[in-house]
């Protein structure tokens, strides 16, 4: 399996649940700095080239990718009057663009094989929208209606295509807000707490058996998206 991002919070948790698992693991990231047991490519998702290499080293390496979980993504928050182009659509390079890139690549192998599980890491926040994240809601609603249109485009070829969505997570990403924003989060959370980078990978790994489950968008969420 390859899963993008990896090299820390929610990625490094999805890695780390398929090495327990004994599966052969290659992760991604700018910097590096995979799990102990996995496969760790240097590798910027923005750039197509630096995508087919590293996707090649770790066909190489393992045999074909089974399972892709797309989940690098950046957040560059603003409200809408001081957002620039830039801001709008770096965020949508990051975590639209590059999952088509790399989902695109999966499929080939996929084909091959008949077999394959596509996961892209969402977030409630593209179903319910936020404040300051209309570049990164625009980014993640996109990834359901990519998730879905690949689920028509494989299925019958024993692919499937699903998200996951998480709501507020412990990670670098949620490290950056104020006490007081993470209380008002929490406040808005039935289970009133952010979740552990633990329980989003465990939704991924029950995806990654899961054969009769496609087009699904699993939202890990502490029931802040009631379902969503
Ligand atoms: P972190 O910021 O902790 O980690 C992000 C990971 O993505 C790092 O491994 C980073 O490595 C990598 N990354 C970022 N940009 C690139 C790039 N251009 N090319 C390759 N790798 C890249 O994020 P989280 O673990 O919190 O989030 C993971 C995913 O889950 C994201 O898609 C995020 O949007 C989503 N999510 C997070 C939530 C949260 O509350 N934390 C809630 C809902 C969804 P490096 O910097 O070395 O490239």
Redesign the pocket.
């Known amino acids: 399996m390859l899963v ?10 999805i890695a780390e649940a398929f090495v327990a698992n004994g599966d052969k693991v290659a ?7 995979a799990p102990e047991g996995a496969l760790d490519l ?6 197509p080239a630096a995508v087919e290499e590293a996707y090649a080293a770790a066909e190489a390496a393992h045999g074909p990718v089974e399972v892709l979980v ?6 560059k928050d603003t409200l809408v009057l001081r957002m620039s182009e830039d801001d709008f659509t770096s965020v949508i ?3 639209l663009t ?1 999952s088509f890139r790399l989902a695109k690549r999966a499929s080939k192998g996929m084909l091959r094989l008949r077999r394959g599980r596509i996961i892209f ?5 593209g179903l319910m929208g936020n404040p300051g994240q209309v570049n ?1 809601a625009a980014s ?1 609603a996109g990834l359901v209606g990519m998730a879905r249109s690949l689920a028509r485009e494989l299925g019958s070829r024993g692919i499937t295509a699903n998200v996951v ?10 490290a950056v807000l104020t006490d007081e924003q993470q209380k008002a989060i929490t406040d808005r959370v039935p289970l009133a707490r ?2 552990t ?1 633990d329980e ?1 990978a465990s939704a991924v790994t029950w995806l990654a058996d899961a054969g009769y489950v496609t087009g699904a968008v699993i939202p890990v ?1 502490g029931g802040l998206g009631m379902g969503h």
């Open positions: 993008t991002g990896g090299s820390r919070g929610i990625g490094r948790a992760v991604t990231s700018r910097k590096g700095g240097v590798c910027d998702i923005t750039d797309a989940n690098a993504g950046i957040t390079d990051t975590n590059a890491i969402s977030s409630v926040v990164y993640k969505a998480p709501g507020f997570v412990e990670t670098e990403m949620t952010y979740a980078p989003v969420d």
